[in-house]
């Protein structure tokens, strides 16, 4: 054994499978004993689901791999999604130059270790030839072009032609590992013509199971009119009546096996290009065997009742959900989240990381507009959730997401197996949950997954609100400014002059109002047009803005007509101002201006300190006598 401490990446999906369980459980088995640290980075997304925005958003979990800080990588490239993400990450992997095992997928690049899928498919279809003397003989394999699948199809092809059955293109198709394509294959089988078969191959238990009840369904009986086998030896199909006749794959020794080529090759040992693993067929009832007694399985039959018990639990606690989504921000969120740790009664460990940018607004971009994610994860990332079970790992605070998770790298901690799992919605990219499992579990269950996936959409409604909240915003701020001149209309002056006099009131300040009208507008709008007399009054709303010096506000209450107003301390020389930088902004404007006519305001101004007693009637009142005294104290001069 080295004592150097080796990390070693697997790249998986689905990992609440018994495929994958088992693989990884051989994985972790063999890792341990030669003192390796292992993160699985996986996603929960299947083929057999058609979601390609979730998929993107999943296989983001891909992109947070850095191939530099791994001595070795896993690969089940049959479960990874997208065929540009696998294609990216193949590229990664030659350039990293590090030790690559591809698991079921021989390939001209890399080492592969693979289940004999071939041989045993084979051997079921001999047993139900020679065993049983069967010569009609239906096969539903898995997805088209998938190794496994094809594989398996061709073993079912040889021992017929073998044992001098001819093959019927009929009698065999592609399925989907799980409960849609048998319906269709029952379809198939009971409408093509062909005498119905007396015993079916399928890829998998799953739709072992689910073709088993379309033909009880059709009034006939299993395994006396038509007999049934499967794949994988999951305890679903362990239970059922009848009991599942398949195969047990050897996904375990696989799991170990790949290991020990990564170690070979890290060592400089010669090792084969490829291996092929043996799996066991397990005869029972739905073949027509006699079935082996159930005291053999009572302990994971136990686990799984306890398993079917929590699901069902956990199914009751869908209130997580709703309850999150009462959260006004992130902390919230996951303070309400920490409420809901118990259910997770396998995981060890368990942290979140937020990217920086998860809820970021684009106000270029609208609500319904789904193209604001990024590729990726952000430079940095936060912990939002720190649950550190047996490890001192702590709560990381922010740091680089190339780090992935530090912890990983800390040869002061035991040897551990890490599960990377996105934090999206669609192809919405949150952050990334990281968790270790008990010593009872091998993975993290679909418990973790459903808990997970609550998370994130709750997450989606917190991010959708505030996204509305900014569109409500935005539409209200609309709704209230001039189109013309960029300042408050009258909608937006009557919902703030009322309460700066009140405030101004209740401080004891003095209140501002200063009311303008634009000179001849309409000889500017007769002689030259309504575009420059539009343009007049856009001039006259920035000299206005132009005097500010508090927080004064000023709106356009009608159609050359203006109010600016405010509260503070105004003293006799700072009034003045006021009308001295409106006038100077218009006298500068005039005379670099190439316009022919000239462009003046009258003023009315009223400033005094506001009492308990006082209405704001009286000031504005008074604005607009002094602006009219102005006005017709003016003489009106409209051309240069």
């Not at 791999?65 to 999604?81: A, C, E, H, Q």
């Not at 996951?334 to 259910?343: D, T, V």
């Not at 936060?382 to 649950?387: C, I, M, N, Q, V």
Request: net charge negative.
């Amino acid at each position: 054994m080295e004592n150097k401490r080796r990390h070693i990446a697997v790249i998986i999906s689905e990992v609440c499978e018994v495929y994958q369980s088992l693989l990884l459980e051989g994985i972790r088995k063999r890792a341990f004993e030669y003192n390796y640290n292992i993160a699985v980075f996986a996603t929960f997304f299947s083929k057999r689901l058609d979601s390609p925005r979730n998929e993107i958003g999943e296989n983001t979990i891909y992109s947070l791999i850095n191939y530099d800080l791994f001595d070795g990588f896993i690969v089940l490239p049959n479960s990874v999604g997208a065929k540009n993400t696998f294609n990216d990450m193949v590229d990664k992997l030659l350039k990293s130059k590090k030790p690559v095992v591809y698991i079921d997928k021989e390939d001209d690049n890399f080492n592969s270790v693979c289940s004999n899928d071939y041989g045993s498919f084979k051997n079921v279809v001999n047993h139900l030839i020679r065993d049983h003397g069967f010569t009609r003989i239906n096969c539903l394999t898995g997805f088209k072009d998938i190794n496994l699948s094809e594989a398996r199809l061709q073993g079912y092809k040889d021992a017929l032609e073998e044992n001098g059955i001819t093959v019927e293109k009929d009698r065999y198709d592609y399925g989907d590992f799980w409960r849609i394509a048998p319906i269709k294959f029952a379809e198939k089988m009971f409408s093509c013509g062909l005498e119905l078969p007396q015993a079916v191959v399928c890829a998998n238990d799953t739709m072992a199971i689910a073709l088993c009840d379309e033909i009880i369904k059709r009034g006939l009986r299993v395994p006396e009119d038509i007999a049934l086998t499967g794949f994988d030896r999951i305890m679903e199909g362990r239970l059922n009546h009848p009991k599942i006749a398949s195969v047990y794959p050897a996904m375990n020794e696989i799991g170990k096996k790949s290991v020990e080529v990564i170690q070979d090759l890290l060592s400089g040992k010669n090792v084969e290009k490829n291996y092929l693993i043996d799996a066991e067929f397990f005869p029972s009832e739905s073949c027509g065997c006699t079935y082996e007694s159930v005291e053999k399985d009572k302990d994971e039959i136990d686990r799984f009742n306890q398993y079917v018990e929590h699901s069902q639990y956990f199914t009751n606690s869908i209130y997580m959900y709703e309850n999150l989504q009462e959260s006004n921000n992130v902390d919230d969120l996951f303070i309400g989240a920490a409420n809901y740790r118990h259910l997770l009664n396998d995981i060890n460990t368990f942290h979140i990381f937020i990217c920086e940018n998860w809820d970021e607004l684009d106000e270029k971009k609208t609500l319904f507009k789904k193209d604001n994610n990024k590729s990726g994860y952000s430079e940095k990332v936060t912990t939002k959730f720190s649950e550190n079970g047996n490890l001192l790992t702590g709560d990381l605070g922010t740091f680089n997401s190339s780090e992935m998770f530090p912890p990983l790298f800390n040869d002061d901690l035991p040897p551990e197996m890490y599960f990377f799992f996105p934090v999206n919605f669609q192809d919405s990219t949150f952050g990334y949950a990281v968790c270790t499992c008990t010593e009872n579990a091998v993975t993290p269950d679909s418990i973790c997954r459903n808990w997970i996936k609550y998370l994130s959409n709750a997450l989606e409604h917190l991010r959708s609100n505030q996204h509305l909240r900014w569109v409500l915003k935005r539409l209200e701020r609309i709704s209230e400014i001039d189109s013309l001149t960029g300042v408050y209309n009258r909608t937006g002056y009557e919902n703030r002059i009322y309460s700066v006099f009140e405030n101004a009131k209740e401080e004891n300040k003095d209140f501002l109002i200063i009311m303008g009208d634009l000179d001849c507008l309409k000889k500017i709008n007769d002689n030259y047009g309504h575009a420059e007399g539009d343009n007049a009054i856009r001039i006259i709303a920035k000299a206005i803005q132009n005097s500010f010096t508090e927080d004064e506000a000023v709106a356009r209450i009608g159609g050359d007509e203006f109010i600016m107003f405010g509260s503070g301390c105004f003293d006799e020389e700072k009034l003045k101002r006021y009308p001295t930088r409106i006038n100077e902004y218009l006298d500068h404007y005039n005379e670099n201006s190439s316009k022919p006519y000239v462009i003046s305001v009258s003023l009315g101004i009223f400033c005094q300190k506001v009492s308990s007693e006082s209405e704001l009637k009286e000031w504005l009142d008074k604005a607009d006598e002094n602006m009219y005294v102005n006005k017709n104290g003016k003489v009106k001069v409209y051309q240069k």
